[in-house]
């Protein structure tokens, strides 16, 4: 499901803004975009994600300000003590006796290195981190919820038209097999007038029993409805349910799929389709659902 959270915290000298967004997707995909000098810390967050989420493409952007402290400097003596070296052996050469000024060297390139985003002031991090960053993750998951219940509802609404179209399928199904009796005997009838042959009615009544017995649709409305219900029990649990919720639509698309091809019928194939539509848009939903 898609949604967006964010947060930031603050301690001495250092302000942590995260923002997490999430849009559909049937795997877990995270992306880490988190800044320069704290590269270390993307698996811990990674880490943290996968905890809390189980579906979807996460986007996770870790911004870290902090103000330099006098610990995160150091002098690089040996190069310092290779440009005073130089320098002073140029003034010897070129007859120059001004002393060599120590800000002037501060000021070369690797005398002074920073050691700001070193691996263990990257450590000393995550802490905060990771408290903004379950702190954005409950606000994603908060408007993840919302949407959710939206879902819930739509998905319901279909449960509604599959049920009503089930129960049209059940009061045209005997229908089915009655219209075949009377369109059996019509036709026989009236192809045995025309050789002055009468008409058995044992095998009218064994001719129909074949063609009800093949076109018998009544243990698929069953299982069909014990699926809906089945699907509104996984649906209203705490736990998390998109597998099961995913593998009971595809098995109320079979049942519904083999309704379709025994019922021999045009009106009832209407309701099939109409169903399979409904199936649809839960089976696209169901997919973002953790």
């Known amino acids: ?34 800044s320069e000098g704290f590269g270390a810390l993307e698996p811990l ?8 989420v189980r579906r979807g493409t996460i986007q996770v952007n870790v ?16 190069v310092l003590a290779g440009y005073q070296r130089q320098l002073e052996g140029m003034n010897q050469r070129i007859g120059n006796s001004d002393p060599v000024r120590l800000e002037l060297l501060l000021a070369l390139p690797g005398v002074v290195v920073d050691d700001v985003a070193g691996e263990r002031r990257v450590e000393e991090f995550w802490p ?38 089930l129960d049209q399928i059940g009061e045209r199904a005997p229908l089915v097999v009655e219209g075949y009796q009377r369109r059996l005997t019509e036709r ?14 044992a095998d009218v009544v064994r001719e129909v029993a074949v063609f009800a017995d093949r076109s018998d649709i009544s243990e698929e409305i069953v299982r069909l409805r014990s699926h809906l219900e089945q699907f509104d029990t996984i ?14 639509i595809q098995e109320m698309l079979r049942e519904t799929n083999t309704i379709g091809s025994k019922a021999n019928d045009a009106e009832i194939s209407r309701h099939v389709v109409e169903i399979k539509t409904a199936i649809e848009r839960m089976r696209e939903m169901i997919q973002n659902v953790e």
């Not at 967050?45 to 809390?52: L, T």
Request: hydrophobic fraction near 40%; aromatic fraction near 4%.
């Open 1 to 34: 499901m898609t949604g967006h959270g964010e947060a930031q915290g603050h301690r001495e000298h250092a302000i942590v803004g995260i923002e997490v967004r999430a849009v559909n997707n049937r795997f877990l995909k995270v992306s880490t975009r988190i």
């Open 63 to 78: 911004r870290i300000d902090r103000e330099p402290g006098p610990d995160d400097f150091r002098l690089n003596e040996a």
């Open 128 to 165: 905060l981190v990771e408290s903004v960053l379950l702190q954005a993750l409950e606000n994603l998951s908060r408007m993840r919820v919302e949407e959710g219940a939206a879902m819930a509802a739509d998905m319901h609404a279909n449960c509604r038209i599959i049920a009503q179209q």
């Open 45 to 52: 967050v990674e880490s943290a994600i996968k905890q809390n």
């Open 188 to 201: 026989v009838s009236k192809l045995l007038a025309e050789y002055n042959m009468g008409l058995q009615p």
């Open 235 to 248: 649906a209203t649990a705490e736990e998390s349910s998109g597998r099961k919720l995913e593998f009971v």
